[in-house]
């Protein structure tokens, strides 16, 4: 019983970090098997969304992942699973950036950034300049 338990929340949790990068078809075909109870295939499906869309996961879910495959040890599946999971989701799982803490203030130029770009565009010319044989400096 833990091991359907165990099974049933890996695929919501699965299914609820890939639903953004799933089409509205493939989402109803992932809740549909999930809730006729059909995990297996949903989190096969899911993990196989993940490594060729290459979607990182949490650290956490990447493990849940490997626990739940111990259950499945012998099964025609397992090491594709397997390697499913250890040569595509650890190595993203570990490229998940850490929260992000975002300034809600606007961010403008300071005044000499734009002067110095000025004068520098001004010095060496612009790349539209050469293009039509313009040339600056000169009488």
Same mark, same amino acid.
């Given at each position: 019983?833990? +091991?359907?338990? +165990?099974?049933?929340?890996?695929?919501?949790? $699965?299914?609820?970090?890939?639903?953004?990068?799933?089409?509205? $078809?493939?989402?109803?075909?992932?809740?549909?098997?999930?809730?006729?109870?059909?995990?297996?295939?949903?989190? !096969?499906?899911? $993990?196989?969304?993940?490594?060729?869309?290459?979607?990182?996961?949490?650290?956490?879910? *990447? +493990? +849940?992942?490997?626990?739940?495959?111990?259950?499945?040890?012998?099964?025609?599946?397992?090491q594709y699973l397997r390697r499913l999971i250890e040569d595509y989701l650890v190595p993203y799982s570990m490229n998940v950036p850490a929260t992000v803490r975002v300034s809600r203030l606007p961010t403008t130029s300071k005044p000499g950034q734009?002067?110095? $770009?000025?004068?520098?565009?001004? !010095?060496?010319?612009?790349?539209?300049? *050469?293009?039509?044989?313009?040339? !600056?400096?000169?009488?």
């Open positions: 019983m833990a +091991q359907i338990v +165990q099974g049933t929340n890996l695929a919501w949790a $699965l299914a609820e970090a890939v639903k953004p990068h799933l089409s509205a $078809l493939e989402r109803s075909h992932v809740f549909a098997a999930i809730g006729a109870g059909d995990t297996f295939p949903a989190i !096969r499906h899911l $993990l196989k969304s993940v490594a060729i869309k290459r979607i990182p996961l949490r650290p956490d879910l *990447v +493990q +849940q992942c490997k626990t739940w495959l111990h259950a499945y040890v012998g099964h025609n599946d397992e734009l002067v110095a $770009l000025t004068a520098q565009r001004h !010095r060496f010319g612009s790349a539209t300049d *050469v293009s039509i044989g313009i040339s !600056r400096g000169t009488g």
